[in-house]
């Protein structure tokens, strides 16, 4: 069942009066947790086909249902009666703080593993690999990062696009105007208004975005790729050993199962739930070789 009401487990802040310091909150063990609430907090997103909202306002996506298949089995090794899936929205630029907070327990989406990243939160075996590309108006005849070259550009605040673009900005000395925005699709949309020249995404959240657009033939994606592939995967607490462990050992078991081919075929070569359109897009041979061998 769909929930959108913050969840708020997180423990108080302790005072200690000694020494007039305040002592940091004690770290969230996310099994013991699980086990006295028996709720398993889940992180998600408005990024299809990783996790969204479908027209009857159900959670959905890959991650989703690879998350769902945790949970099963999360409940079974805790010898759990039942365990609920409280559903918590969460957008790039606050994802990190809701699981630092306690309100999410795993993110299940598609953010990139990046070593920046993992210096603030545990990330799982990976489900996904991108290539960040740049999207634009076909009539704009923008076809390489050259041609960007003083042009205006749109990201996600909270995305690791913000350094990446940043960064070939100053190493090609491209001039852009970087503009920031509060969600994938704000950002998306600058391009479609024609207020930005372009917008720096993963490419297969670009392919969803465009052929969910009223135009799709209105877009065109750069060749030239912003980035080199790059894992996607979900993220835990820093800390969180034991709950990583757990999360890792049972998504081994989940990516080598041939369900998992089902699973993908689901989200990648059948119509998206609630969206209308297919992406069509084969299983690469670095995933497949990394499911069945993560």
Known sequence: ???TTSIGYCSLLAMALSGGAAQATPPINTLERIEETATLRVGYGDAAPFSYLDNQGQVVGYSIDICQRLAKQLKATLGLS?????????TPSNRIQLLNRGDIDIECDASTNTVERRRSALFALSHYFVTVRYVALRESGLKTLADLAGQSVSVARGTVNVGQVNQANREQRLYLSVVPADTLQEAFDLVTDGRVAAFAMDDILLRAMIAESENPDAYTVFAEPLTASQPLGFMMRLGDDAFAEQ???VLRAIYTSPEMESIYD??????LPGKGITLNVPMS????DHLNHP
């Open 1 to 3: 069942m769909h929930k």
């Open 82 to 90: 039942s365990l609920e899936i409280a559903y918590v929205p969460r």
């Open 247 to 249: 999360v890792n050992k």
């Open 266 to 271: 689901r989200w990648f070569h059948q119509p």
């Open 285 to 288: 041979e670095a995933l497949a």
